[in-house]
């Protein structure tokens, strides 16, 4: 359902949304959501035959002019650069940054830079490419984060980012979504003057392939809790409400849920490890 969308300095141009992970769960209906509310979709996903299918369908429902493609890996300092640059030359700016994409890992893995994959993938990708872009983003630009409430029991240990010798699959996904918090904070403050927002959205336990355990116990899980959590429309829900709703005009650096604020504490916001990963980034 359309909310109050922000007004587009450009009226004879249609306003520009992009979006990570655009062919999960939570991903298609937000994209489907900003075509409604009246926004050129860019849908960026790694290459597969579910993600080419979700892409033509949505062209083929809403027209060519209304969707284009960005294929890029997020686990791939390599593939963000090409990402970037191919997206440089063509776009003129993103009005939109849904940074959607994000895992929960079963086993443990490692970039190519050495790096735990749920800290590549979940934190480093998608701030590495919304750092990249940045050339593409203007006064009232907004940039909407998918973190998770799991931040704050989460803790960063001194061998970040890189693995560590036993391999606990939650505990990366708490370390690697608080890490991620932690530069979402630092780029909000630093684009804060040049009128670039940047917030974050904890859209709860959703009905998506991310939370299945890859256990026996797959199967009675999502006959026990699966009717329980929410649909995808439901987490989609509060990232279309800080892309589009005008009331947010301005605000910046904070976390939502559910539409409405939830505070972080000091021990988050002035966190110890900050700057050593912020420049990890820059290195990247």
Partial sequence: MPVKSVKNCCAHNIPVALVTGANG?????????????????ILSYRRSERALAFYHSLR??????????????????SSIKAAVQL???????IDVLVNNA??????????????EMHNMVNCFGPMLFTWLVKPLL????????????????????????????????????????LALTLLCLCLANKWEEEGITLNMVDPGI?????????????????????????????????????????????????????????YLPERITNHPFADKIWHLLLEL
């Fill in 87 to 93: 997206l440089i030359e063509k776009e003129t700016r």
């Fill in 25 to 41: 769960g939570i991903g298609k209906r937000i994209s489907r959501e900003l075509i409604s509310n009246g926004y050129r979709v």
């Fill in 60 to 77: 083929q429902e809403y027209g060519t002019e209304r969707v284009d493609c960005l294929e890029m890996d997020l686990s791939s300092v």
């Fill in 138 to 177: 203007h006064r009232g630009s907004r940039v909407v984060t998918t973190v998770s409430l799991v931040l704050f029991y989460a803790s960063i240990p001194d061998h970040f980012p890189y693995p560590s010798r036993k391999f606990n699959r939650f505990r990366q996904y708490e370390c690697s979504k």
């Fill in 102 to 115: 994000g895992m929960l890992g079963h086993k443990p893995e490692v970039s190519p830079e050495g790096y």
């Fill in 206 to 262: 959703v009905d998506t392939p991310i939370i299945k355990l890859h256990k026996w116990v797959d199967p009675l899980a999502d006959k026990l809790f699966r009717p329980f959590i929410r649909s995808p429309e439901k987490g989609a829900a509060t990232s279309v409400f800080l892309s589009c709703d005008s009331s947010l005009n301005g605000i910046t650096g904070t976390l939502y849920k559910d539409k409405k604020v939830r």
